[in-house]
């Protein structure tokens, strides 16, 4: 068996600590799986029993140690960021116990904190963004064998906010012997970082890119594994000699819900709005050096959320997209003076020459979306919008949210033109059509005759 966690999966083992060279007994423990949060641990004690005193003290003052070793016949697991999660029984108790992080590795010595000099992962839409070719197949003339080589040599790397950012061609492959192969390309985030960085750190420094996937794509993405590279986490012989960093999976109690969801197809993500093509490692470079900047993240994260799903109703992705245009706008204008969210939404549409000549002018879309998210978020506004209403001014503030990027990071303008172009932007005509409305200049939705 791998050593991994699942859904559904029960590991039996023995928990060290920072004090087992101290004479006291091992604990037993269970390593389970967590939709939410990932690895957690059952501990099961006697109170009372002086050989489980260790366990009492945890969950009596709710403060376990902050990192733990878990080892069982399948490996070893370091979990870090050791949380109480509440204990339950008379004498005979069994704790509870999440972890921030489950490195699936065993470290050279037990320690509170890892700080790692690399995090690999993976993500849905990166490969339809990078369009990396690592898999080439010759098919000869009939009769002479088909050959199937790997390069996975293709590397776009840049330096941002104190990290070094790669994007590495990857393949993963499977096959039978004279029957069936198969093989496809899974491209590599990497962060790396001299000094090291805690892993939830490299996960925050990845954020930035995840959020562009989700913004070029327009569509749920979610990150699909994460594994930590550094000498801290080394390969162990049999004999016991520790050689060379052995990449160590690593779940992560925010993302780990999201590795077993449902993949979108390829064909759904072939086409984003912005690629590597476009951006070159000059553009990731200005993208993720302005994320660093909180004014702009507060820009990005609320849309990138409604994307993901973050929001089921149609009143907060309003809310939500309105408030990341305000923002937008405000980071063009460099801040300065308080604004109507109108004028910042107005700056948004002037800056990139954005027209809807079918639905409305600019002053009057830009009041729409102020004037509906003042509707929605004040309790004296007597007019709710209808649903409908909110429909259609979504999918509009959404399209003008999401090509915010293109001048901001330099995108070929070729690449604006061809969302604005797009399915998803053209919806955003069609649907005021179809619910037979117009925006006049006031920001007042009219319904046509």
């Known amino acids: 068996m791998p050593n991994s966690l699942v859904p559904g999966q029960v590991r039996v083992g023995q928990l060290l600590t920072s004090s087992a060279d101290d004479g006291r007994p091992m604990l037993s423990a269970a390593l389970t799986f967590d939709d939410r949060r990932g690895a957690r641990l059952l501990v099961p004690y006697v109170k009372g029993v002086p ?81 990396f070719h690592p898999v080439k197949y010759e098919f000869p003339r009939r009769g002479e064998p088909a050959v199937i080589t790997f390069d996975e040599s293709e590397t776009v790397t840049w330096r941002s906010a104190g990290f070094t950012y790669a994007l590495k061609a990857s393949s993963v492959w499977s ?68 050689h060379g960093p052995e990449p160590a999976e690593t779940h992560f109690a925010g993302t780990v819900g999201q590795h077993a969801l449902p993949e979108p197809t390829a064909i759904d993500l072939a086409f984003p709005a912005l690629n590597l093509r476009s951006l070159g490692s000059r553009g990731l470079k200005r993208w993720t050096d302005m994320y660093a900047d909180e004014l702009f993240r507060r820009a990005v994260q ?21 408030s990341a245009l305000d923002y937008f706008g405000y980071y063009r204008f460099g801040g300065g003076r308080g604004r109507p969210m109108h004028e910042s939404i107005r700056k948004c549409l002037d800056d990139l020459d954005l027209d809807w000549p079918d639905i409305g002018s600019r002053e009057g879309i830009a009041r ?82």
């Open 368 to 449: 729409a979306i102020g004037r509906m998210n003042n509707d929605l978020k004040h309790p004296d506004r007597e007019r709710r919008p209808e649903s409908d209403e909110l429909t259609c001014v979504v999918t509009l503030a959404t399209v003008i949210a999401r090509a915010q990027p293109f001048d901001l990071i330099g995108a070929d303008p070729s690449a604006r033109r061809e969302f604005l172009a797009s399915r998803d932007a053209r919806w955003s005509t069609e649907v005021f059509e179809l619910c037979g409305l117009r925006i006049r200049d006031d920001g007042s939705l009219v319904r046509k005759a």
């Open 302 to 322: 609320p849309l990138a959320e409604v994307i993901n799903g973050a929001a089921t109703f149609l009143e907060p992705q309003l809310m939500m997209v309105a």
């Open 51 to 131: 050989q489980f005193d260790e366990a009492q003290e945890w969950f009596r003052t709710t403060s376990p140690p902050t990192s733990v070793i878990f080892a069982d016949d399948e490996g070893v697991v370091t979990l870090v960021g050791v949380r109480w999660r509440g204990d339950s029984g008379g004498t005979m108790a069994t704790g509870r116990l999440t972890a921030d992080n489950a490195i699936f590795g065993q470290p050279r010595t037990l320690k509170s904190e890892y700080r790692v000099r690399t995090l690999r992962s993976t993500i849905d839409g990166l490969d339809g963004f990078t369009h």
């Open 175 to 242: 096959g039978t012997e004279g029957r069936q192969f198969e093989a496809r390309s899974v491209p590599v985030l990497t962060t790396s970082r001299f000094r090291g960085a805690t892993p939830r750190e490299h996960l925050r420094a990845q954020w930035a890119i995840r959020d562009l996937l989700l913004l070029a794509h327009g569509q749920k993405l979610s990150w699909r594994s994460h594994q930590v590279v550094d000498e801290q986490f080394p390969l162990f012989t049999l004999d016991g000699v520790a």
